[in-house]
């Protein structure tokens, strides 16, 4: 079993940043962790993927402005979010496939069995 504890959320004004944290306990060897983010009346969507080598991946939307990292001697999976639009406005989850030989990581949500509670972020104009 995983669970996942997210913080870090907000409210921003467009141009700023934001960096949220996602707690692991119980299981800590997941190979592959991501952050996912849901906006009102929209389907959940892949915002990026990390795995235990270290190796992210990015949604389009969020290349070159979000980046993931992990701390590994606190068990915490980090994204930071810079350069914020207000289309970034969502809850932003954080999940864990809890296997430590899946490979690749998957960007889809039913790739991953536990989830945090999520963290509402809001980017205003």
């Known amino acids: 079993q995983v669970q996942l504890v997210e913080s870090g959320g907000g409210s921003v004004q467009a141009g700023g940043s934001l960096r949220l944290s996602c707690e692991a306990s119980?299981?800590?060897?997941?190979?592959?962790m991501g952050w996912f983010r849901q906006a009102p009346g929209k389907e959940r969507e892949g915002v990026g993927t990390?795995?235990?080598?270290?190796?992210?991946t990015y949604a389009d939307s969020v290349k070159g402005r979000f980046t993931i990292s992990k701390d590994n001697s606190k068990n915490t999976l980090y994204l930071q979010m810079n350069s914020l639009k207000p289309e970034d406005t969502a809850t932003y989850f954080c999940?864990?496939?809890?296997?430590?030989?899946?490979?690749?990581?998957?960007?889809?949500?039913?790739?991953?069995?536990?989830w945090g509670q999520g963290t509402q972020v809001t980017v205003s104009s």
């Open positions: 999940a864990a496939d809890g296997s430590r030989w899946s490979f690749p990581c998957g960007s889809r949500p039913d790739s991953y069995p536990y």
């Open positions: 990390y795995n235990r080598g270290g190796v992210t």
């Open positions: 119980g299981y800590t060897s997941s190979n592959c």
